[in-house]
């Protein structure tokens, strides 16, 4: 037997051969299979949720208030490479450049860094694009790679304080800003960045500007602002992707009052803290006639200031008896008149000295249906001019507080107290005499008296001892006292069309209530909440809610009105046993309580009323009717010697 050979198989070869198929094999094919690439794997390469960009923070603050830059961890994963070396890279977003490690040529890095574990860290400043990619590639083959989006964020702002830089002087703790004029205020808090866009709700802010040498984010940042409107102003700043932070409330003083009235008041130092840094406060000038001096109260303290254990008064010139004060915030004076002398007595409010007294064109005197008899009758200070307006007998004058010039008086008869609107220079003044009660319109700029009219289809008068009117600048509503009847009449001259020497505007009228005695003859507003502070020759007191924006037609009824009976006061004696409280105003207290002050007709107490916490103060025990409240935790009495 003869043994053949078996044949070998060759290495990868696949031999078909039978018979049947012989035909139709023509030969053998081989087939190679190639080992796997090199690929690299990214993670995080999405957000938690698992679809769009990694987010992270610019900065973060730790349980300590260590405040530190953003960072997350990258890590990456090499497969079928026998080098498992990577590197990280950042690329431009702009000019789309792959920046190793996130460093420019010149060794900036504004989308910040990453190093060579994967550890990326947050610039300190926010990159003009906040969208940028993350690539980390196999350095055996830098065609093996992967990318993870990344989104910065900033984190939310917070202030905790506003100052303003006064020129010689240190950082106010909160802004005593006027009207219509332009600061510098250094806002103070945490996560602040140049990028960071500052608002001011009534006024127009600049671009922000960061403090020198610091880092971010910043402790602070500076801005110009513009404040056009008084009242409680909200400053706040923003920041790209993120929440606003949250405002922070200052007080623009107005530069006129909405309303004449006896009492004068502007923010002012009364002192200074362990730093240096002076203590401000509303203060609040109180005429005393009998007394012939001014007292001088901080009102947000409630008490009467002094000084060495002295009640804090200023002396007027022999004779003068001041019955009624303004303020003047942009020179810090307030002038003083009086119903019985023809002069203005001007006073320094930085250390309450009088420095002036200036002589008052008027030689007559009038005499109200209740009484009042005066030859100056009221006076506002209208700041942005530096002048007093007068209401004479003789009618109404300027009379400029630096140098004591007075222009002509305006014919037109006095009023017991009147409103005025700066930015038109009109006068609004009701009056009541043996001979007829109406409303004059008087324009300062021109000259001209336009007697004010109700629509013919008013249905009602404006009444018979019209005592008091005050002006919201905002909406143009006007408001008028009539005593006699105890209606209020709101006058809408957003609407208003004149014709020669008369002018009619939509008006409408509503009534406080009828269960107090005596005549609501005083009227005040605070244009930025625009309450109405509403008095009582009978001791009670009111706050109504008036329209908050500009409107067509005729006003509505008041959105809210509350009163109260003041009754007796810590000294026993009832508010309405002692006159009449005609001497009232509104301030905002520095901590942003709108607050509404009455001055009893003896002058021994002023009340300072919280007119938010009246409005939600409860009814009391048997009320009068649905508007009555309790007031009395709502009322701070502060004795006046």
């Not at 303003?164 to 808090?189: D, E, I, K, R, W």
């Not at 007829?436 to 008013?458: C, D, E, K, M, R």
Request: proline letters at 9%; glycine letters at 8%; a negative charge.
């Amino acid at each position: 037997m003869v043994l053949l050979p078996f044949p070998r198989p060759r290495p990868l070869l696949l031999c078909l051969s039978t018979l049947a198929f012989a035909a139709l094999l023509a030969g053998c094919q081989n087939y190679y299979i190639p080992p796997p690439q090199p690929s690299v794997t990214i993670n995080p390469s999405a957000g938690p949720i698992g679809f769009g960009p990694v987010v992270i923070p610019l900065a973060t603050e730790d349980s300590s208030g260590k405040i530190s830059p953003g960072t997350q961890q990258f890590k990456a994963a090499v497969y079928y490479s026998p080098d498992h070396k990577v590197s990280w890279s950042i690329v431009d977003p702009v000019s789309g450049n792959d920046l190793p490690g996130g460093k420019e040529p010149d060794g900036s890095a504004p989308y910040g860094t990453i190093d060579s574990t994967g550890l990326y860290t947050a610039p300190a400043l926010p990159p003009a694009h906040d969208i940028f990619v993350v690539t980390v590639s196999a350095q055996a083959l830098s065609s093996a790679h992967a990318q993870a989006q990344v989104q910065l964020t900033t984190p939310a702002p917070v202030l905790t304080s506003v100052t303003l830089q006064t020129s010689g002087s240190n950082p106010q703790s909160v802004p005593a800003m006027v009207q219509g004029n332009s600061y510098t205020l250094t806002l103070h808090g945490q996560f602040l960045y140049s990028n960071s866009v500052a608002t001011i709700s009534s006024g127009a802010a600049g671009a922000v500007v960061a403090p020198t040498g610091a880092t971010a984010p910043f402790q602070s940042l500076t801005v110009p602002v513009t404040v056009n409107a008084a009242g409680l102003t909200q400053i706040g700043i923003t920041s790209p992707n993120s929440t606003p932070a949250n405002p922070v409330n200052v007080v623009v003083e107005p530069d006129s009052p909405a309303a004449s009235s006896a009492l004068a008041d502007l923010i002012e130092s009364v002192g200074a803290n362990s730093s240096g840094a002076p203590i401000l406060a509303n203060k609040v000038y109180v005429p005393l006639a009998g007394a012939n001096h001014v007292a001088v109260v901080n009102g947000d303290t409630g008490q009467q200031l002094s000084s060495g254990g002295t009640p804090v008064d200023i002396a007027m010139p022999s004779g003068f008896a001041p019955t009624a004060a303004a303020a003047d915030p942009q020179t810090n004076t307030v002038a003083v008149t009086s119903a019985t002398t023809n002069s203005l007595v001007l006073v320094d409010a930085t250390n309450d000295t009088v420095t002036n007294t200036y002589a008052i064109p008027n030689s007559a005197t009038t005499t109200f249906s209740d009484g009042f008899t005066c030859g100056v009758c009221g006076a506002v200070v209208d700041a942005s001019r530096n002048e007093a307006i007068l209401d004479t007998a003789s009618g109404y004058l300027t009379l400029n507080l630096a140098t004591g010039a007075a222009s002509t008086p305006i014919a037109a008869p006095a009023a017991e107290n009147f409103a005025y609107d700066s930015a038109t220079q009109r006068i609004f003044a009701p009056y009541f005499t043996s001979s007829g009660s109406g409303l004059n319109v008087i324009n300062l700029a021109t000259g001209a008296v336009q007697s004010y009219s109700l629509p013919s289809t008013a249905g009602f008068t404006l009444g018979s001892e019209l005592t008091a009117a005050a002006f919201d600048p905002s909406t143009s509503l006007g408001l008028l006292a009539d005593a006699a009847s105890g209606e209020y009449t709101a006058i809408n001259f957003n609407a208003a069309t004149a014709s020669g020497g008369s002018i009619t505007a939509p008006a409408a009228q509503f009534s406080v209530t009828s269960a107090c005695s005596g005549g609501w003859r005083a009227a005040q507003l605070e244009p930025s909440s625009h309450l109405a502070w509403l008095g009582n020759s009978g001791g009670c007191l009111a706050v109504a809610t008036l329209p908050s924006a500009p409107f067509a037609g005729s006003p509505a009824a008041p959105a809210a009105i509350r009163w109260a009976q003041l009754g007796a006061g810590p000294d026993g004696v009832d508010w309405s046993n002692a006159t009449a409280p005609q001497a009232e105003t509104v301030m905002i207290g520095l901590n942003s309580t709108i607050y509404g002050l009455a001055l009893r007709g003896d002058g021994k107490y002023l009340a300072r009323v919280d007119l938010a916490a009246m409005e939600q103060a409860s009814a009391p025990s048997s009320p009068a009717d649905s508007n009555q409240v309790n007031a009395a935790g709502a009322v701070t009495y502060i004795p006046i010697q």
